[in-house]
């Protein structure tokens, strides 16, 4: 339309796929890893780091978990309610005969 911006199209918009040799595969691979690689932090991780993380992932999954509950409740309400409207009525009581005896 208006011209193209690439115009042998040297894997840019055009049918061929991009193509990545084996060799440069493991060039990126092996940037890849060494960007990911840890590296010494020299810091004291005490007690209180564990604890904080023990509490931040049941905080997490607590937080999935009530969300689950919050989103299925509500129709779970709304079953036993209309469960409960849609049970015939229980007989009344049958009054005792010992109720109408006068104390002697």
């Known amino acids: 339309m208006w011209g193209s911006r690439y115009p042998d199209n040297h894997g840019v918009g055009g049918d061929r796929a991009m193509r990545l040799s084996p060799a440069r595969l493991a060039g990126?691979?092996?940037i890849l890893l060494l960007l990911t690689a840890p590296a010494a932090a020299n810091a004291y991780m005490g007690p209180g780091l564990g604890l904080g993380m023990v509490s931040v992932v049941l905080g997490f999954f607590g937080s999935i978990f009530l969300g689950f509950?919050?989103?299925l409740w509500y129709p779970i309400k709304r079953f036993l309610r209309?469960?409960?409207k849609a049970a015939p009525p229980s007989p009344p009581p049958v009054a005792s005969t010992e109720a109408e005896k006068p104390d002697e």
Do not use: K, T
């Open 69 to 71: 509950v919050a989103i």
């Open 82 to 84: 209309r469960r409960r």
């Open 28 to 30: 990126h691979l092996a």
